[in-house]
């Protein structure tokens, strides 16, 4: 993509991401937290631009300049997941920002229609096109009407404390440990079975998990994979763990007034607001093994002490997985409308698999 000039606004370039473009992404995600229920800004601990690929592997950023500062961005990531059984590619559009001097300029606007345009160019008409919406995100919601047909479904996200002590041993005799490479095609084939009715799923392999376990930008993994076996060393369950707390602390900046008075009770934040968060994903359990799946569950957020303080967890809130983190009423939770473009119908009674 080549650097595009506004005609209504000379000052204004539309372009790629650049590598060099770490220091000005740090100043841009300072200044724009999230505007929907809960602000929360990332203070990365290395280079933005590296970190959003460590992350997002195959993402392509859109920039807008003016007179030579970053003042918005929008990322693209690209794959392909399942609907309705068919496998389909897609664009996932996330983190459109605006510097606050800059906003009500149509700068997002043009970042929207830049990124629908390189999503269509990459993935072809029969592509999905979709996004992530924070619930009272409005600018962003409004951005979306523009290019999207349809509300697919919800996506929640909880936010819990690790444990303080152990989780009491199995009666079952269940244990946990990490995955073993030779391992992989199994746990692969128990999430495409667990996930097999949801839309959104992106299918793994063993080579496919293999990859995604191995990205990282340090000499130590950012991810890891955890299973719960049985005395046989049967895989009953498994939960992946990738410490973005490496990457990037989160600072909230503002909750909703009841959880900031519940706040002052549970301390779910610090004071200072500084979550080191890690984030719990492909989460999924052999038919009938629930209880197995939430002793996992338990036992890594005991053993993920020693890598952050907070665990955050994306699911569809009428699936199994919230019975899995068993999720109290309590507990800091965000929703995210799903939209997407296609006039193929998407969701409805059917689960969303968090992309």
Avoid at 5 to 33: A, C, H, K, V, Y
Avoid at 88 to 110: D, E, F, M, Q, W
Avoid at 187 to 214: H, K, M, P, V
């Amino acid at each position: 993509m080549a650097p595009i000039r506004s005609n209504t606004q000379p000052d204004l370039i539309i372009r790629l991401l650049q590598p060099n473009d770490g220091p000005e992404l740090i100043q841009l995600f300072e200044s724009s937290p999230d505007n929907g229920r809960f602000a929360i800004n990332a203070r990365y601990q290395i280079d933005p631009y590296q970190a959003i690929h460590a992350l997002h592997s195959d993402t392509i950023g859109i920039a807008a300049e003016i007179q030579g500062s970053l003042v918005g961005l929008g990322l693209v990531e690209f794959g392909d997941c399942c609907v309705r059984g068919e496998r389909r590619p897609y664009a996932s559009l996330h983190s459109l920002l605006v510097h606050p001097s800059y906003r009500n300029k149509g700068i997002a606007k043009r970042l929207a229609q830049e990124r629908i345009t390189l999503a269509r160019e990459r993935i072809g008409e029969s592509g999905l096109i979709l996004a992530s919406i924070q619930e009272n995100n409005s600018a962003s919601l409004s951005v979306a009407q523009k290019w999207s047909q349809q509300q697919v479904g919800s996506i929640q996200s909880i936010l819990t404390r690790v444990r303080n002590q152990a989780p009491a041993p199995s009666p079952e005799g269940i244990t946990v440990r990490p995955a073993q490479p030779g391992e992989y095609a199994e746990i692969a084939t128990g999430l495409n079975r667990f996930y097999q009715g949801y839309d959104l799923y992106e299918l793994q392999t063993a080579e496919s998990l293999s990859a995604w376990l191995n990205k990282t930008p340090f000499d130590d993994p950012l991810r890891h994979y955890f299973i719960a076996v049985n005395r046989d060393e049967e895989i009953m369950a498994g939960l992946a763990v990738t410490r973005q707390c490496q990457i990037m602390a989160m600072e909230v900046k503002r909750m909703p007034l009841p959880l900031t008075m519940l706040n002052k009770i549970m301390k779910m934040v610090p004071e200072d607001g500084v979550l080191r968060q890690l984030s719990v994903t492909r989460v999924w359990y052999a038919p009938e093994q629930l209880t197995a799946a939430q002793h996992l569950w338990e036992t890594v957020r005991w053993q993920s002490r020693v890598w952050g303080t907070h665990i955050t967890c994306f699911y569809d809130p009428r699936s199994s997985v919230p019975d899995v983190l068993r999720v109290s009423k309590w507990l800091p939770r965000a929703n995210f409308t799903v939209v997407s473009t296609g006039s193929q119908p998407i969701g409805g009674e059917r689960l969303i698999y968090p992309l």
